[in-house]
């Protein structure tokens, strides 16, 4: 058993943020990585990282965008905190080593990106977050920070006390925590049809202009964005793009054009030269010369696990930052550009918050005390685990070391491996499958109450016939099938999560699309949707929103 003051899971960019910024604060940190730190998944962002730099932009304008962006369901304290840190989180970065872009005279380049009111997000080149990851591994191993590398967390370990906010979270190998918004999901409007390879936001940040069959530049002559055109928001380009081809004006009934001709081989060279190679290895186009075929791909997850600013959930000793969190800072919709700033900005508060460090109480509260409501669902939809959760230590509230949960997980996990191992059952990718295509066809871009319905049904089957998978590979080292099987149980968590939220919320916000309720509901749903899991049993609620910070945001009607 291994001991440390600070553990991290994971090590993309808010994990290496955490254990950098824990181990400033005078804590003995470690990692744990299912594979190599600039491996991850940080290294496929490529567009850039929105920080208020110029003299001309301010963290107000940042925090407003954002507000706006998020089609008013992010959270106040989170944004502000988010708008304020992030200059001194590019600044960092530079003075790490980052090789961003630059103009002339020696400043780091920003460019312009979809809802942002001024040019600010800073690049490096189209490989932004490829090179993030290798500029905070290289301070990770300057550090003599310990990395656990193709060590895979099963579980958490956790106390059992009946009040979930008086649980404390000792180590890894209990799951039991709120799923925040977990409805929005957001789609990117850029993504290779044959693979669903992202191309990045940064060729529309330059110029590159979009079309449909007809060659309109539908974006402004269909009215779907008259101001923006193509640097609307995600959300709004990814169903301007669809309702497109759904109406017939797609290119082989499937796609529209991304052109970047008309940007000219120097700059393209110099600041996009990656996408010339994704369009040409994938779809056999050359940039320079044709327009690139793209569609909308899902690609972000707004929603996640609950925390605060500081990166705390209600469980005592764990924390959350990155996608995996949701603190909320996007609320319905992310900008293009706040993410590779929200793994510095708030990957640096856990980490500090988790050493000890001293900082500012937290604003946004988190678990069942924040309940504003209870949620309801339609009689007759099943949903949650059909096997009962894992039984933790410590119920009605009685003491217990560390050491006694950790070996308790430890014993449930090695139970668990040992039966996919042994068993005979079925192969997890039969489930896996039926989840993709139901989530496919049923809670896509646009959402229907019948489909959503649907979804549920078939993720509660699926959850039916996983009681019996086991592994096919019943080799006991670098076995991928099994991780592979105990990753699929966690796949039909989050694909139910997603889609209870969906069918709870009635109204129209951000990536949120109702076909029965075309608008968005202040009055009603100026919340957040949450849903907790408690051995096994999920429970639906809500929390409001926090409008008011610093600065107080009114919502308004979203146009671009």
Known sequence: MHEHDVLVVGAGGAGLRAAIEAHEEGADVAMVTKLHPVRSHTGAAEGGINAALHPEDSWELHAYDTMKGSDYLADAPAVET???????????????????SREEDGTVSQR???????????????????????TMYEQVVKRGITVYEEWYVLDLAVTDHDDVEDRECHGVVA????????????FHPTTLPSTGVLISEGVRGEGGILYNEDEERFMFERGYANNEGELASRDVVSRAELTEVNSGRGIEDEYVHLDMRHLGEERILDRLENILHLAEDFEGVDGLDEPMPVKPGQHYQMGGVECDENGHTCIDGLYAAGETACVSLHGSNRLGGNALPELLVF?????????GGDMKHAEISTGPGAESEAGELDDGIRIGAIESGSEGVAADGAAVDAQTVVEAEVQRQRDRVERLLEEDGINHAHVRDDIQETMTANVNVFRREETLKRALEDIHEARERYQHVSASDPSRTYNTDLIHTIETRNV??????????????????????????????DEEWLKHTMLAWNDGNPRLYYKPVLLEAEKEYEPKERSY
Do not use: C, N
């Open 82 to 100: 988010f708008a304020k840190d992030a200059p001194d989180e590019v600044i960092q970065l530079e003075h790490w080593g980052m090789p961003f």
């Open 112 to 134: 312009p990106f979809g809802g942002l009111s001024h040019p600010r997000t800073t690049y490096a080149g189209a490989e932004t977050g490829h090179h993030l990851l290798h």
């Open 175 to 186: 799951y039991d925590i709120a799923l925040e918004d977990m409805e929005f999901v957001q």
């Open 347 to 355: 990957g640096a508060r856990a980490g500090k918050h988790a050493a």
């Open 492 to 521: 039909l968590d989050v694909a139910e999560a997603i889609a209870v939220g969906a069918l709870a919320r009635k109204e129209f916000r951000g990536a949120h699309w109702r076909e029965q309720y075309q608008y968005r509901d």
